[in-house]
């Protein structure tokens, strides 16, 4: 069955900082992974996404993401965090022929 | 394109009562999600159609729960006998996805439910 873990629920990093959000997941093929993110009070706006190929995969807002079969995870990046980064980021796992899932999430909280 | 529309934004009913909610997805999207979401959580699947047939329906849904999709345009979903444990943020999404190829669902608003 089709699963997503996020480990972190918050996390805190300082502004300018580099960020990891941690994803793994758990799937019978080669899955479509994606990155959603959602401001308080708007709805979920896609990031980045993964079908094939290179398994560094850019987004928008500077993010980016780094699919790793063996280790089932797909981790969320940006070198240096801006205060409106603040927001709750959701991985996703799917295939064409499937539903699209998401995990608990992750709160970011970016201090000044 | 005006993205997924979905109807109402906001639903405040009595327990007891039955809900009925509209999602438009984008014009000639053929997949359409509908997903729950509470305070703090990430968004749990229900039910999701391709064209106008229903593919799955999450096995944890009550069966007060039904969706449709007549025309494989736009979606109802309805809850019969709401319950205070419906309360959430219901959410629509599309996709189109094409033979193979993967395809990322885009997103509406949101109907925020609440049963009291």
């Known amino acids: 069955a089709q699963s997503v873990t996020q480990p972190d629920i918050h996390i805190t990093v300082s502004e300018g900082a580099s960020l990891e959000l941690r994803c793994n997941y758990s799937?019978?093929?080669?899955?479509?992974l994606f990155w959603y993110v959602q401001s308080p009070g708007q709805g979920l706006q896609l990031l980045l996404k993964y079908f094939s190929g290179d398994t560094l995969v850019q987004g928008i807002k500077g993010f980016e993401a780094e699919f790793k079969r063996s280790q089932s995870s797909f981790n969320l990046r940006k070198p240096s965090v801006h205060w409106s980064d603040a927001a709750e980021y959701f991985c996703a796992v799917g295939a064409w022929d499937d539903k699209i899932i998401f995990g608990k999430g992750t709160r970011l909280h970016i201090l000044p | 394109d005006t993205g997924v529309s979905q109807n109402p934004r906001h639903k405040i009913t009595k327990r007891g009562q039955n809900v009925t909610f509209r999602c438009d997805p984008i014009?000639?999207?053929?997949?359409l999600y509908w997903y729950r979401q509470t305070l703090g959580q990430g968004p749990e699947f229900l039910t999701y159609?391709?064209?106008?047939?229903?593919?799955?329906k999450s096995r944890l849904l009550s069966d007060r729960f039904s969706a449709e999709r007549p025309k494989g345009s736009f979606s109802t979903l309805e809850i019969q006998r709401t319950e205070q444990g419906d309360s959430a943020m219901y959410l629509c999404a599309s996709s189109l996805v094409l033979g193979g190829e993967g395809a990322e669902a885009f997103f509406g608003q949101g109907t925020r439910l609440t049963v009291v």
């Open positions: 159609f391709q064209n106008e047939a229903q593919l799955e």
């Open positions: 014009s000639e999207h053929n997949r």
């Open positions: 799937y019978g093929a080669t899955p479509y």
